[in-house]
């Protein structure tokens, strides 16, 4: 694996090409999965969302600088929460539950599209010989597959194995896109406030009645977000659950696609 901060610095151009690809991710990622918190309340009977023109796809009513910065970077962060009234809720345990999991399930389902997608134009563009040497997971997975590299701008070793080395670029864009939401939607489920993680504890298991996250929970949440970050626990445990899901999902498609 490749550190940004490293590529930053010593190859700017191709941080900058890196950057066409991670930065839509990113984007598509965090905001549809603000967008769904806030769709999924509307439809529960929370107004607060629409009201507060949240209901958006426009990147600059959901994106926060700091969480933004780290997804891009680090692989975890985080948007500006969508504000949510549990008063409106019937039923305000299942209705939070409903709520709470809504941006998860976005991110999953865009990580399962984006999955087969780079998966069908991953056969697309490598010679048949590379494609009998190599299982999906070999290719795109995200701890080991030579993806990592072909996304930053290295193993151009394996051009002359290229069938169709036009479709390069949308190789990369699925591939990042997958991946990201693969990432955001494990660390939103994280069980540590004010992520989607500790609202699904309580309405599954802990049932307390008050559901509200104060400011000053939500600060100690990402305080521990960030020193679990730096002590590199929370990027092993992150990296590990990933690479357990999209293996799995891969050795699904890889035998639906014959690959």
Not at 213 to 224: E, H
Request: aromatic content about 12%; some cysteine.
């Amino acid at each position: 694996m490749f550190s940004l901060l490293d590529m930053l610095f010593q190859d700017p151009l191709r941080f900058f090409e890196y950057s066409l690809y991670r930065v839509p991710a990113v984007l598509i990622a965090l905001v549809l999965h603000e967008w769904a918190h806030g769709y999924v309340a509307f439809r529960l009977g929370d107004p607060t969302a629409k009201m507060m023109n949240r209901l958006s796809i426009n990147p600059l009513r959901h994106l926060d600088p700091v969480g933004a910065l780290l997804m891009f970077f680090f692989g975890f962060g985080w948007a500006r929460p969508v504000p949510v009234n549990p008063n409106y809720f019937k039923k305000p345990h299942r209705d939070d539950f409903l709520v709470s999991i809504a941006g998860i399930t976005m991110n999953l389902c865009l990580f399962l599209a984006f999955t087969v997608l780079a998966a069908a134009l991953n056969n697309a563009l490598w010679h048949p010989q590379i494609l009998r040497a190599y299982s999906l997971r070999e290719m795109l997975g995200v701890k080991d597959g030579f993806i990592n590299y072909i996304l930053a701008g290295y193993g151009t070793e394996w051009s002359e194995f290229y069938a169709n080395p036009g479709i390069l670029w949308a190789v990369r864009l699925t591939s990042q896109i997958a991946m990201v939401n693969l990432y955001i939607a494990i660390f939103n489920l994280l069980p540590i406030p004010p992520l989607d993680g500790s609202h699904v504890l309580n309405d599954l298991i802990l049932k307390k009645d008050n559901l509200y996250v104060s400011r000053q929970m939500a600060n100690a949440g990402m305080a521990a977000v960030l020193i679990l970050s730096y002590t590199g626990v929370l990027g092993k445990v992150m990296l590990f659950l990933a690479n357990g899901v999209q293996s799995a999902v891969l050795v699904i498609v890889g035998a639906l696609m014959g690959s």
